[in-house]
């Protein structure tokens, strides 16, 4: 079995997280998950939105398990894409899903960006 780094832990939760933004946010499949609280891993495989990176990590949230926690950490080696025939097949099924996923990934950032208390 191979063994997965986790992320550093976090010792101050207001702490930034930093990550490249990426243009276009994706859809993915994953099982491993890490956030600054605990271990969101999923027991099978579930369907991530995903809206930056850092080098070994995908950053985003799960879609039906704990949709509410933001900047969760996706190992990448644990994480891939669905191909362009399932998430379009995705979004024409879950269109409110869809619609809702980006409005709080547009409101989550604008909420971000204008916080002070991030060192």
Sequence with gaps: MV???RPPLFTNPNRRIE???LNEPKIMYATLAFHRYGDLTSKSTQICYIY???ELYYIGCWIKEFP???DVHFPKSSTWEMNK???SKFKK???ITW???TKKHAEFFKIRHKINHFP
């Design 3 to 5: 063994e997965i780094a």
């Design 19 to 21: 990550f490249t933004e």
């Design 52 to 54: 930056g990176q850092q």
């Design 68 to 70: 509410n926690f933001h």
């Design 85 to 87: 025939e399932e998430q």
């Design 93 to 95: 099924s879950n269109p």
């Design 99 to 101: 619609e809702t996923l």
